[in-house]
C-alpha cells in the first residue's frame, strides 16, 4: 500500500507566479489535510477537506490561497502570485474514514516551496 | 485555543544514554496528544498517540510517553538511543470537538545522537 505522495518535491516559482500542489492521500483514505512548516517553525495546520468538501479552512491565509479535494484525482492546494513569505514546505497529511481514523494522519514528503 | 510547548530546541545525548524530550499542552478541553518523528527531507512517522485509557503510551522504535493531566505534560522517552534516532520530533494535540483532525504542533526538539 503506497504512501500519502505528494508532487512536486520541489517546486520553484518566481514572485507574482502560481504554485500548484498536488497529494494523493493513502488507498482508502478519505480525510486530507495540509500542513505549512515555515523555517525555524513546526507544522501550522492549514486546511482539512473530504471529498468535494472544504471541512475547516481555518489556518488558511484570506487571500492567494485555495484548496480542494475532488470527487476524482489528488487534492491540491493553490497559492496565486506567490509572494516570498510563502517560501516554506508543505505537507500533506491523509487518514481513514471513520471517527477513529481522524487520530491517524500519514504524512506525505512534503513539498518544499521557493519563491525567488 | 489549544497550544503545545516543547520545552527544548535541540537536545544532544551520548549513544545508549537515556533520554526524555518534553512537551506541555494547554488544558483548556480535553484532549488527544501525538509524538511524531522527521527524518532529514521527510515527511512525518507518528510515534505514538494518546487518546483514553492507561496514561504509559508505549510506541514504535522502543519509544514510550506519559500522559500526565495535573502537569499537563506528554513527556517522550527512551531508555537507550541510537545513532539512528538522530531526527526532529514534534509534540502534537488534538482539542476534539469540532477541531477533529486539525493537530496543534510544538516547534519541535532536534535530537542529536553522538556515537
Known amino acids: 500500500n503506497a504512501g500519502v505522495m505528494q508532487n512536486p518535491r520541489h517546486l520553484v516559482r518566481r514572485r507574482g507566479q502560481e504554485a500548484r500542489l498536488r497529494c494523493s492521500p493513502m488507498k482508502g483514505h478519505s480525510h486530507v489535510y495540509w500542513y505549512r512548516q515555515l523555517p525555524e517553525e513546526g507544522l501550522k495546520f492549514m486546511v482539512y477537506l473530504q471529498k468535494e468538501n472544504i471541512i475547516d479552512e481555518s489556518g488558511m491565509p484570506k487571500e492567494r490561497f485555495s484548496a480542494e479535494f475532488p470527487k476524482e484525482g489528488p487534492s491540491i492546494l493553490r497559492i496565486q502570485q506567490v509572494v516570498r513569505g510563502d517560501s516554506a514546505a508543505y505537507f500533506c497529511?491523509?487518514?481513514?474514514?471513520?471517527?477513529?481514523?481522524?487520530?491517524?494522519?500519514?504524512f506525505g514528503p512534503g513539498t518544499r516551496l521557493t519563491v525567488t | 485555543a489549544q497550544s503545545v510547548t516543547q520545552l527544548d530546541s535541540q537536545v544532544p545525548v551520548f549513544e545508549e544514554a537515556p533520554v526524555e524530550l518534553r512537551c506541555n499542552y494547554s488544558s483548556s478541553v480535553s484532549v488527544y496528544l501525538f509524538w511524531y518523528v522527521q527524518y532529514p527531507n521527510q515527511g512525518l512517522q507518528l510515534l505514538l498517540k494518546?487518546?483514553?485509557?492507561?496514561?504509559l503510551v508505549k510506541g514504535i522504535n522502543g519509544f514510550e510517553a506519559e500522559f500526565n493531566k495535573s502537569q499537563t505534560s506528554f513527556h517522550l522517552r527512551k531508555p537507550s538511543v541510537h545513532i539512528s534516532d538522530t531526527a526532529e520530533y514534534f509534540c502534537a494535540g488534538d482539542a476534539g470537538g469540532t477541531s477533529y483532525g486539525k493537530l496543534t504542533f510544538g516547534q519541535g526538539t532536534i535530537l542529536t545522537v553522538h556515537p
Open positions: 497529511a491523509s487518514s481513514p474514514p471513520g471517527q477513529q481514523g481522524l487520530y491517524e494522519q500519514y
Open positions: 494518546y487518546l483514553s485509557g492507561s496514561t
